[in-house]
């Protein structure tokens, strides 16, 4: 009868190449510019740069592996369709748990840095109220989706350019404060790259998107590389300018390095701008990501990796609803219950896992359906493996004992279905 959900539908091709590039800005330009430059230039100190190119190169790997493969399957999933289709059905569904688990943990953490930013006395209402916000748009529909998320890009590079303009023009600059970026340790690096690769994380929500897009095939390898590239330009302008501002020591010792950069000139009125700039940036990151862990979480349960109820498509607006719903009330609950900052390293070592079968299963693929060298591919497996591994131990154990979860559970479902 009409008003009810439709169970299996198929999800509506609405979002454009401009639509496309901007979800995937809107997901990396967040968190990662505002907050990682300081926990970075405390590993690494100027070599941060450093950092910034490595994460660069692998998330270049990732990006290129994703949108090979989501032009192959252009279906929502992501890399639980591609670990699946290419290596077999316990990787797909092990990558598939991976990105649900750590960009859940994410979401809750990008949540309590919107209200951590918005109103600091209120963090925990904030956000909660941040979540509800957007997962209502979410649901709104996917177009609504892609329009917020322009406001939002826009905002927000307004801002950083706001940041840079004032924190150069300061008369704080001094050069002497890249000295170092060649003489940091490796493993400082490697650490720095690890928190910085995040960052660029967010080119997978494309790719989870891809049922939804216009002509995937085109699309998406056009679109992943774009956002990124436009991503890693933002960054190293606002990287440089940090440290030119007050250097590596100051950037460690700050909670908000931004601030901190721009407070250190004459212009330090300005500093409102980084905690505007870090509340909108922090609203676009859950936006998005809301989008895309819905959209994996729909997919698995298709295949009956998780409850069926989460594969009903809204009649009239065509997007996995109850699967975004269920996802805000999740991260409701845990930024309400959890204290996320040790939990973030599990994120870390999840979504590694997940780029990591990206990249193993762009390695399988011939002919016509590569579109980038192999070696890329193979890279990309190595440097996700590396960065995983430069993690604390806890979290390295603490995220394999999670994915051990989503293993079982894909055990369970293929001896029932026998």
Known sequence: ?????????????????????????????????????????????????????????????????????????????GTY??????????????????????KTSSLAAM??????????????PMAV?????????????????????????????????????????????????????????????????GLLFFAFAGYARIATLGEEVIDPAVTIP??????????????????????????????????APLATAVEAGRFAAGAPLVRVGATIAAAGVLLSLIAGVSRTGFAMARDGYLPAVLTSVHPTRKVPHVAELTVGAIVIVLVLLVDLRGAIGFSSFAVLTYYAIAN???????????????????GGVVGCVVLAFSLPVVAVVGGAALLGVGAVIHVVVTRRRR
């Open 360 to 378: 193993a299963s762009a390695v399988t693929l011939e002919g016509e359906e590569r579109r980038w060298p192999r070696w890329i591919a193979i």
């Open 81 to 102: 369709v591609y670990g699946r289709e290419r290596l077999g059905p316990f990787w797909g569904t092990l990558a598939g748990f991976g990105f649900v688990i750590g």
């Open 111 to 124: 949540a309590l840095t919107f209200g951590a930013y918005a109103a600091p006395e209120y963090a925990r």
């Open 1 to 77: 009868m009409p008003g009810n959900d439709t169970t299996g539908g198929a999800l509506a091709r609405r979002l454009t190449l401009n639509d496309a590039v901007v979800l995937g800005l809107g997901s990396m330009i967040g968190a990662g510019v505002f907050a990682a430059i300081g926990p970075a230039a405390q590993a690494a100190g100027a070599g941060l740069l450093v950092g910034l190119a490595l994460a660069a190169m692998v998330a270049y790997a990732n990006a290129t592996s994703s949108a090979q493969l989501a032009a192959l399957y252009p279906q929502s999933g």
């Open 222 to 255: 056009k679109a992943i590389p774009r956002a990124l590239g436009l991503t890693l330009v933002v960054y190293v302008i606002v990287a440089v300018t940090a440290l030119l501002a007050v250097g590596p020591e100051e950037l460690a010792a700050s909670s």
């Open 129 to 193: 109220a941040a979540v509800v916000a957007l997962t209502a748009v979410n649901v709104a529909g996917v177009r609504k989706t892609a329009g917020l998320t322009k406001v939002i890009v826009v905002s927000v590079l307004a801002a950083l350019a706001a940041v840079v303009a004032a924190a150069l023009g300061g008369g704080s600059v001094e050069v002497g404060n890249l000295d170092g970026v060649l003489q940091a340790s490796p493993t400082g690096v490697l650490q720095a790259a």
